[in-house]
């Protein structure tokens, strides 16, 4: 990062118009590598410093910076669903991310118990000093409940992920009316029951592939010995119902 800030800089003062034409996302885009080793070690101020950061490509960079850096907070503090913590030095009141939401101006200078919204809604608040010498023993709490939004009183249960009919409790239920659809096909008893429903749905697909052209015999026949189970149900029977 140090030896690009440099190459910026040196870009600023030899040539403006070679400095419009750069793109900071891009920037080896058609250029030679080169790189200048941070010869300052830990000193911060620098003039050379200083300059790139009041060039015009320092500022935009620093803007981009900024505006990045805006959205993961608005992200971490929107994702907050019970309780929301702004930890912030006891003696400083702004500061990088603080004087991004203006947390000065929003904290209450006395002791209160909620605070106040833009739109009139008032959200609990609690404040309080952590000291060196406090550890970590956990407290009871005792501001009261700090959820800003009702919860129901009785959860719903949740259905299972998975359910099956023959595990399922039994329901008293009658037979109101008995409705015959097609006939009956009859099934060899040597016959694999989830082969031949397997066949039976494949018969079916075909059939919904090309509604125009009814499934002949021969073609059902033809399913049902790929699944093993030609000899156990009747072909004709079978394309004459799906």
């Not at 941070?38 to 490509?57: E, F, H, M, N, T």
């Not at 702004?86 to 400083?92: E, G, I, Y």
């Not at 096909?185 to 052209?213: F, K, N, S, W, Y």
Request: net charge neutral; charged share 25%.
């Amino acid at each position: 990062m140090s030896g690009f800030l440099l190459w910026l800089r040196e870009l600023e003062a030899a040539d403006q118009d070679e400095l419009a034409q750069l793109d900071v996302s891009q920037p080896l885009q058609e250029r030679h590598l080169r790189y200048w080793p941070w010869p300052y070690g830990a000193q911060k101020s620098q003039a050379l410093r200083a300059g790139v950061d009041a060039s015009a490509s320092g500022k935009r960079l620093l803007e981009d910076a900024i505006d990045e850096h805006k959205r993961l907070l608005y992200v971490s503090m929107t994702r907050a669903r019970d309780l929301l913590v702004l930890a912030r030095p006891a003696r400083k009141l702004d500061g990088p991310w603080m004087g991004t939401v203006g947390l000065a101006a929003r904290l209450p200078e006395d002791e209160v118990t909620a605070l106040a919204l833009r739109d009139g809604g008032l959200v609990p608040f609690r404040r309080r000093l952590l000291k060196a010498d406090d550890g970590i023993v956990q407290r009871p709490f005792e501001g009261g409940d700090l959820r800003w939004f009702a919860m129901p009183r009785a959860l719903s249960p949740k259905p299972p992920l998975m359910m099956n009919p023959s595990s399922a409790i039994p329901v008293a239920s009658g037979i109101t009316e008995v409705v015959t659809i097609g006939t009956r096909i009859t099934i060899g008893e040597a016959a694999e029951p989830a082969a031949v429903g397997d066949a039976v749905h494949a018969c079916l697909a075909l059939q919904l592939m090309a509604r125009e052209r009814p499934i002949s015999s021969a073609q059902t026949h033809e399913v049902l010995g790929r699944f093993g189970v030609a000899d156990a149900v009747d072909a004709t029977a079978l394309a004459t119902q799906v």
